[in-house]
């Protein structure tokens, strides 16, 4: 079974919400897992995950690139990681301005 990337599973999922089909839901939130390389913390959604991965991978354009940014401390995140802010929305909105002001060239 190959790995779809993230921004490719996030999408199908909202298609599937779109069209409210909701039979092979769990099979995709099973890729969704996969392509969050086995990451178990509950606290984590995994929609909210490949959400900004997906994000990360189109603004770096490189998926090693991005998968760097989210795991090394930011100083524009005051020391955090990225990924650790995606515990609730209101970190996963911090870091989502943050990889669209770096899209925009605007680094902290």
Known sequence: MSVRPPSEVFEELKRLRREGDNRSLDE???????????????????????????????????PARAEAWLNHPNRGLNGQRPLDLLRDELGAAVVREQLEQIDHGIFA
């Open 28 to 62: 995709l939130l099973d890729d969704a897992r996969l392509a969050l390389r086995g990451s178990t913390d509950s606290a984590v959604t995994p929609i909210r995950t490949l959400e900004i991965r997906a994000l990360a991978d189109r603004v770096f354009a490189d």
